[in-house]
């Protein structure tokens, strides 16, 4: 998919894009086209905030809205990869009815309305695809190999010190459940996370994005995902430890805690904070 220059655009897309904006009140969009399927992927989209919009070769808008990446994480990417895929796959002449039959949904209609109930069957199928298909691991499934909140270094010596201390406060709470470890691995990441918007400010990263779009948006808001998550858990923590000997499993509550938390720092290490290594190793 390739951006749309500012003085031209192929078949009426500025008009599209203009049509867009209108209806659905977009107040900042950026417009991408697929001549051809072998010109997808990559595209340069926003899944971050507000997932994507996409339109028909005919200019009508095929999907209001796919999932953004903070709404349910990762999937985002999959969900939006099958419905581009749904929708040229719907534009291409002559499918015979088993091409119909392989694909996660027979057409636009089966996949809009699984979006409005928020991609849960091709969520499913993702799931169900990897369970069938263990080899078939992401970056992601490999980090968690590693020790547990075990993120890789950004070349910056606080905040790679900061994710150290995250990572052996996850190992701790691993070693050795405790509420009081939960509440000093939730104020770490806490602190963690304001020490790095406050650095990626200071050095402007994300500042030349268009208003609305910028990298440093998105940031913030899975900061403060995980942080909204975290609170959660450790309230769930505490609640636990409440009836602790009363049958409670309050060591598996904690454990099974540290592990979900880990998968979405190391995620968020991953996808965002991987973004500005090379920006951060010009200061």
Request: charged residues 25%.
């Amino acid at each position: 998919m390739r951006r749309v220059p500012a003085h031209g655009a192929p078949d009426g897309a500025l008009g599209r894009q203009q049509a867009g904006r209108e209806e659905y009140d977009l107040k900042h969009v950026i417009v991408g086209f697929c001549g051809a399927q072998n010109e997808y992927p990559p595209f340069p989209g926003q899944l971050g905030c507000g997932g994507l919009v996409l339109f028909s070769p005919g200019g009508r808008i095929a999907v209001p809205k796919t999932p953004s990446y903070n709404q349910i994480g990762l999937k985002a990417w999959f969900t939006a990869d099958c419905a581009i895929a749904t929708l040229c796959d719907e534009d291409d002449e002559g499918d015979d009815e088993e091409d119909v039959k392989h694909r996660l949904y027979r057409n636009m209609n089966e996949l809009r309305l699984d979006l409005q109930n928020g991609g849960v069957g091709v969520i499913a199928a993702k799931e169900e695809a990897q369970s069938k298909n263990p080899t078939s691991t992401s970056v992601i499934e490999k980090e968690k190999k590693k020790a547990l909140g075990s993120v890789p270094r950004v070349g910056h010596d606080l905040m790679d010190e900061e994710h150290e201390h995250c990572a052996a406060l996850f190992q701790q709470l691993e070693r050795e459940p405790s509420v009081e470890v939960f509440e000093a691995l939730v104020r770490e990441m806490q602190e963690h996370f304001e020490h790095e918007e406050q650095l990626l400010k200071q050095t402007g990263f994300g500042s030349a994005s268009p208003a609305g779009l910028s990298p440093l948006i998105t940031h913030s808001q899975d900061h403060k995902r995980i942080i909204t998550t975290a609170n959660a858990m450790l309230e769930a923590a505490r609640a636990a430890a409440r009836v602790k000997g009363k049958g409670g499993d309050f060591a598996s509550v904690l454990r099974g805690g540290a592990k979900e938390l880990a998968e979405l720092f190391v995620a968020h290490a991953t996808q965002h904070d991987s973004r500005y290594v090379e920006y951060l190793a010009t200061f």
